[in-house]
Nanobody, 122 residues
């Protein structure tokens, strides 16, 4: 599956952004979908994940309550709604597809998007 992320940008502290990730080339609903991020000088980290049908979601502690992951299988798209953004949320955000949650949490994803930059100014 090929992934194309979009929606990043520059936002002030406390602002909101919605990231989108469009999938093509394979059956989207076969995959757990997730968002990861990597800040300068830091390792890539898991942000959020969503199950095949969207019934289960998972979040890193650092974003729980502020970010919401969702998916639209009819549109082959996964979203990340980010609110109450903080400067420490600044990073390149990547979407990813994995056959299982366990593999996703091990960063063993079948496909990665190209990344979209999110910058939160203080």
């Amino acid at each position: 599956v090929q992934l194309q992320a979009s929606g990043g940008g520059l936002v002030q502290t406390g602002g909101s952004l919605r990231l989108s990730c469009a999938a093509s080339g394979h059956t989207f609903s076969d995959y757990y979908m997730g968002w990861f991020r990597q800040a300068p000088g830091k390792e890539r980290e898991f942000v959020a994940g969503i199950s095949w049908g969207g019934g289960s979601t998972y979040y890193a502690d650092s974003v729980r309550g502020r970010f919401t992951i969702s998916r639209d299988n009819a549109k082959n798209t996964v979203y990340l709604q980010m609110t109450s953004l903080k400067p420490e949320d600044t990073a390149v955000y990547y979407c990813a597809a994995s056959t299982t949650l366990g593999r996703m949490l091990q960063f063993e994803c079948e496909s990665w998007g190209q990344g979209t930059q999110v910058t939160v100014s203080s």
